[in-house]
């Protein structure tokens, strides 16, 4: 598979075993791009920032791209907010209400399966 976020800082892995809750376990691995571990600290320092969750060789494993932020803004030409990041594709979103609350639009950027730290800019 093509590795599209190559030139976006560092990567950090958490792994989970068959049978393990993702969303309260701590992982059963967590280890750098290199190779090298990282500590549940460390995990939890990343918790925020981009990720991705799938399942590789029947484990659940979140990617998290550090340093990788998309910035979030309301796009007045097409009505909607849009989601940009470096060297990614623009996300139009399916948001069209200009005074939403920051809080919804982070809930929205969560339904994606890459799910970016954001910076959301008001006009």
Known sequence: MHN???NHGIKLFAKWREGQDT???????IQWEAGKPATLDDYIRHLDDTHVIRIINDQMVRTIFIGLVAHVRFDRE??????EA???PRVIM????HNLPDHQILAELHRSPLVYKAVIHRD
């Open 23 to 29: 969303s309260c376990d701590d992982p059963a691995q």
């Open 4 to 6: 599209q976020f190559n």
């Open 78 to 83: 097409i009505s909607h907010w849009v989601c």
């Open 94 to 97: 399916e948001l069209s209400d």
């Open 86 to 88: 470096p060297d990614q």
